[in-house]
């Protein structure tokens, strides 16, 4: 059986040894194999593209410019083929971010970026910091996406981000969490799927997400 090939996207946002490990335990055994995209790159030869992202929104766009990643993933995207953004690698979908200065996404998906809104107190009495980090668990919206199966929204994932999505399309949002505000936290249309938190680094729940994705034919 001919293997599919996942590309991994290093855009020099952050170490992405995390995501690399967790994609190879879960393919081991499997009939995938994972190569990793550091430059231009033939987008022909790939089954699955994977962006994951930590850092300055602006930074990570203007790394997959320099390494001329841009074009070719633009193209790869064109082909209907799947994409998952991590994080950052999800901001870059929608139209911009006004993290520092306001900087251009991909506009793939309607919506921006803005910093969150760090109103009221969480259920210890204490005062919201920013940024977001630790564990949340998330509300369901379209819970018969192929992304959600066998997930529960008891199980927890990994937040680390200063900067959350807004006036996006509802049909778009697959769930959300809740820090300070409602903060949507997986996306999707068509071959694109985003994620707010780290799936990498969400134990058994991440595991199973990313599970999903790779057996999703959109």
Sequence with gaps: MKKKVIGLIDGESGNIGSIKKAIKDIIKNRPYQLKVIKDDFNPMIFD??????QGAYATLISNLKKFRIYQPLKKYLESDSSYLGICVGMQLMFDFSLEKIKTSGFSWLSGNFKKIKTVGLDYLGRNFKVPHMGWNSLQFKYANHPILKNLDEKDQYYFVHSYYLEDNEKNQLIASTNY?????????KDNYIGVQFHPEKSSLSGQKLISNWLKWQP
């Excluded at 699955?48 to 992202?53: D, F, Q, R, V």
């Design 48 to 53: 699955k593209i994977i962006l994951p992202g």
């Design 180 to 188: 300070c505000h409602e903060i949507p936290a997986i996306v999707g």
